[in-house]
């Protein structure tokens, strides 16, 4: 099936820090790449939408200059998390879309990034 | 706008006994529906899809049939087992004008008990 990997698995870091996650399609293209964050015992809230080569959209409320989104190519993309602070400790991912099955998007497994 | 909405959680169950979680959904068009499953500390897993109306997706011995007229996505299983324990969401897949989007329930927390 199609696989879906995310890079790191969790991170810690220190407040002020930028903290990067990769998400990655192994064995297919992903044309649309997706961003979540799931808070604890929440469901998933869409941060942003993001197509190869174009400029990521964003969902009401997220701030595009703190989440940094590339999609540089059809099986890469990141998230940059900019001066990290506490409230940005979330479990975050990433889902991707493509040329396989029908308006299904694969999940990432998900970063839990925990900032100190 | 699009929306999904599911039972309350946590639901909590013995061992062999017969599982029903409700979602119904409110979508324009003819959206496909999804239900997703997430273990503790995982990501998600597409559990089954429905692409039609009286579409009947099923994996694992859940089911689930997509109902136009009621626009409901209700998960069954028969007899649910300790493995079963999880987060499971209800999803709903369309497209708008920001290309294709997936929105989901808020998740219903399964407990089973051996």
């Known amino acids: 099936g199609a696989v879906v990997s995310q890079h790191p698995s969790w991170v810690i870091c220190k407040s002020g820090t930028s903290v990067k996650i990769e998400c990655r399609s192994l064995?297919?293209?992903?044309?649309?790449m997706f961003w979540y964050r799931q808070f604890p015992k929440q469901s998933l809230m869409l941060m942003a939408t993001?197509?190869?080569?174009?400029?990521?959209?964003?969902e009401q409320g997220v701030e595009k200059d703190k989440f940094l989104i590339n999609h540089a190519s059809l099986t890469l993309s990141t998230l940059t998390v900019t001066s990290a602070h506490p409230e940005d400790s979330s479990f975050y991912i990433c889902?991707?879309?493509?040329?396989?099955?029908?308006?299904?998007?694969?999940f990432g497994p998900g970063t839990r990034l925990t900032v100190l | 706008g699009n929306s999904v909405t599911q039972m309350e959680g946590p639901v909590t169950l013995s061992e062999e006994a017969f599982l029903t979680i409700n979602c119904t959904y409110t979508?324009?068009?003819?959206?496909?529906l999804f239900w997703y499953v997430q273990y503790p500390g995982e990501g998600l897993q597409l559990l089954l899809k429905?692409?039609?109306?009286?579409d009947k997706g099923s994996n694992k011995g859940f089911e689930a049939t997509y109902r136009k007229e009621t626009t409901s996505f209700h998960l069954e299983k028969g007899s649910v087992q300790v493995s079963d324990s999880a987060v499971y969401f209800c999803?709903?897949?369309?497209?708008?004008?920001?290309?294709?989007?997936?929105?989901f329930g808020a998740g219903t927390r399964l407990f089973v008990k051996a």
């Open positions: 889902s991707a879309r493509g040329d396989r099955g029908f308006n299904e998007q694969f």
């Open positions: 064995d297919f293209q992903a044309t649309t």
């Open positions: 993001s197509n190869e080569g174009s400029k990521a959209t964003y």
């Open positions: 979508a324009t068009g003819y959206p496909s």
């Open positions: 429905a692409t039609k109306a009286d």
């Open positions: 999803a709903l897949s369309s497209r708008n004008t920001g290309g294709f989007k997936t929105i």
